[in-house]
């Protein structure tokens, strides 16, 4: 059992930078390729980020694409979200997932995720 807890959230204005922590409980860590995701008032859960089990690998939305920096830790069972140049699009609560494959979470919208952080609020102010 993995439990993962969100921290960093809160309220930006445009062009300002966020960092966002997911702590990871348990000894299994690094075994999970770790995402983040968001949802915003309204509209469906979109994928954001994604790390491979060793960090090596990342992927990113084309909405993200050189504004987020995914990484993680895994000494401290961590994963971040690094947000630059934050836009009042970006304003959504964001979850870190884990999963067991790291194909999975850059397919199906997040469906088939071992474990659900319980999200942050980012909200971003024009």
């Known amino acids: 059992q993995v439990q993962l807890v969100e921290s960093g959230g809160g309220l930006v204005q445009a062009g300002g930078s966020l960092r966002l922590s997911c702590a990871a409980s348990?000894?299994?860590?690094?075994?999970?390729?770790m995402g983040w995701f968001r949802q915003a008032p309204g509209k469906e859960r979109e994928f954001v980020a994604a790390i491979s089990r060793s960090g090596g690998t990342t992927y990113y939305a084309d909405s993200v694409k050189g504004r987020f920096t995914i990484s993680r830790d895994n000494a401290k069972n961590t994963v971040y979200l690094q947000m630059n140049s934050l836009k009042p699009e970006d304003t959504a609560v964001y979850y870190c997932?884990?999963?067991?494959?790291?194909?999975?979470?850059?397919?199906?919208?997040?469906?088939?995720?071992?474990?659900w952080g319980k999200g942050t609020l980012v909200t971003v102010s024009s």
């Open positions: 997932a884990a999963a067991t494959y790291y194909r999975d979470l850059l397919t199906g919208g997040g469906n088939g995720m071992d474990y």
């Open positions: 348990g000894r299994t860590f690094s075994s999970y390729g």
